[in-house]
């Protein structure tokens, strides 16, 4: 009888396992490489977000869920990002209310023209500390049809611009001894109040006011002190008109205001007040106590004024017509 030995597969020898082992181990370690690589993106991409000043953020817009904020919003807001996260509202009812609704208006118009560029708006932080943004936002361009539309954008704080601009617009347009507006910007206003009031119909006044014999003052007093009744009178006239008229410094000693919306008897009781408390302030030079009164010329709109400037020149002639009465009273021109 013949036996037949059975087939028994012989063991891989070393040289068979050793491709297959190294092909694994390799493949292991390509793995392990591309996951730190990962890793190191990811820690790269972590510690630039936490360095980025703007606040990056990413809203679906249909779910109104925020998807994204950058650490730069607890900064910035004062708020807790998981809040934000939770419930977008957080972001609105940051917004100044002032500024709310353009807020809200601008943002819709993303989705008309893809991305709004020139969002500037005023938050409150938590602690209540007012801060400008200027909010940058844009539609996710690579979105698939029928897939989320995401509103991605990055706030920047422009705080301290927005308070440079608005420092240097003040220097451009007050008078920087008294802080009322400026001879130009009193003008710049005027006009516009003057063309305001002839496109509606409305009544407008202009008064036109001047220290009685202020040359004396700085003559007897000194220009200190004459710089002191300057600001005082100032003051008045800003605490006496009212809300939305305009009142400016225009040469030395004058001064002039513009009543929108003021029928004449009330302009004329206005001048009349103001004339009052002027003459009514005390002042005092090395124990002597003095008085000032202003002399006023008051002008109300007509339809023979085609410019500001004739209303002006009615308002300067009644100014001198007051001076040649004695000073010390109004005359309507």
């Given amino acids: 009888m013949v036996h037949e030995t059975p087939y028994v597969t012989a063991p891989p020898t070393v040289e068979h396992t050793r491709p297959a082992a190294a ?30 000043n703007a606040v990056l953020w990413a809203v679906d817009w249909e779910s109104r869920r925020v998807l994204y904020v950058s650490p730069a919003y607890e900064r910035v807001f ?17 917004i100044h209310p002032e500024d709310l609704d353009y807020a809200e208006h601008s943002l819709h118009r993303v989705l008309e023209h893809g991305a709004v560029e020139d969002r500037e ?20 361009q690579q979105a ?6 995401i509103v991605v954008g990055m706030a920047e704080d422009i705080t301290e611009k927005k308070q440079l601009e608005l420092e240097l617009h003040r220097l451009a347009t007050t008078d920087a001894l008294t802080q009322s507006s400026n001879r130009r910007h009193f003008f710049e206003c005027a006009n516009q109040a003057f063309d305001s009031a002839c496109a509606q119909g409305a009544p407008l006044a202009f008064l036109l006011l001047d220290i009685d014999d202020f ?3 700085n003559d007897t007093y000194g220009h200190l002190e004459g ?16 809300r939305g008229d305009l009142f400016g410094r225009i040469g030395g000693e004058e001064f002039a205001a513009v009543l929108p919306g003021c029928a004449p008897e009330m302009a004329l ?16 030079y090395d124990g002597q106590d003095f008085n000032v009164t202003i002399s006023q010329g008051l002008a109300n709109l007509s339809e023979q004024d085609s410019t500001l400037d004739s209303l002006f020149a009615r308002a300067d002639a009644a100014m001198y ?12 021109g």
């Fill in 121 to 140: 708006y005023r938050i409150i932080t938590a602690d209540g500390q007012i801060r400008w943004l200027s909010d940058k936002c844009y539609i996710n």
């Fill in 215 to 217: 040359k004396e003052v």
């Fill in 269 to 284: 009781q206005v001048a009349e007040r103001l004339g009052k408390e002027i003459q009514q302030l005390t002042f005092s």
């Fill in 321 to 332: 017509e007051a001076k040649r009465l004695g000073k010390n009273r109004v005359v309507a």
């Fill in 227 to 242: 710089d002191q009744v300057l600001r005082r009178i100032a003051e008045s006239g800003r605490g006496v008109l009212r």
């Fill in 78 to 94: 004062g708020r807790s990002a998981g809040l934000l996260l939770a419930d977008h509202r957080e972001w609105r009812n940051s």
């Fill in 144 to 149: 698939e049809p029928g897939e989320p539309v």
């Fill in 23 to 52: 092909a694994t181990l390799l493949a292991l370690m390509h793995a392990q490489g591309e996951v730190e690589r990962l890793s190191e993106r990811e820690q790269l991409l972590s510690s630039l977000l936490v360095s980025v």
